[in-house]
């Protein structure tokens, strides 16, 4: 188990950008992949992001590549979500999740998630 906290939402203006944080708990945070999801009101959870826990796999959803960046720092038990050029399509709540063996990009593919943090993008 670990659990996730995420922080850094907000509103901002189309074009801004933001910079999104998924503390972890556990000195066991290495030995997962980490994910980020998004859920925009009346839609699905979507996949957005994951790295591998060694980071040295990463892979994106197609209409965030070039904007958003993922990484992690496992001395600080924390992932990241960099967000720039953002749209109002990409407006929704953003959760951070840990994998649960290895790596993909469905949310069966996860088991601890984080509580969700507000991203609102401003035509």
């Known amino acids: 188990q670990v659990q996730l906290v995420e922080s850094g939402g907000g509103l901002v203006q189309a074009g801004g950008s933001l910079r999104l944080s998924c503390a972890a708990s556990?000195?066991?945070?290495?030995?997962?992949?980490m994910g980020w999801f998004r859920q925009a009101p009346g839609k699905e959870r979507e996949f957005v992001a994951v790295i591998s826990w060694s980071g040295g796999g990463i892979y994106y959803i197609d209409s965030v590549k070039g904007r958003f960046t993922i990484s992690r720092d496992n001395a600080k038990n924390t992932v990241y979500l960099q967000m720039n050029s953002l749209k109002p399509e990409d407006t929704a709540v953003y959760y951070c999740?840990?994998?649960?063996?290895?790596?993909?990009?469905?949310?069966?593919?996860?088991?601890?998630w984080g509580q969700g943090t507000q991203v609102t993008v401003s035509s």
């Open positions: 999740a840990a994998g649960l063996g290895g790596w993909g990009t469905r949310a069966a593919d996860f088991g601890s």
């Open positions: 556990g000195r066991t945070f290495s030995s997962y992949a």
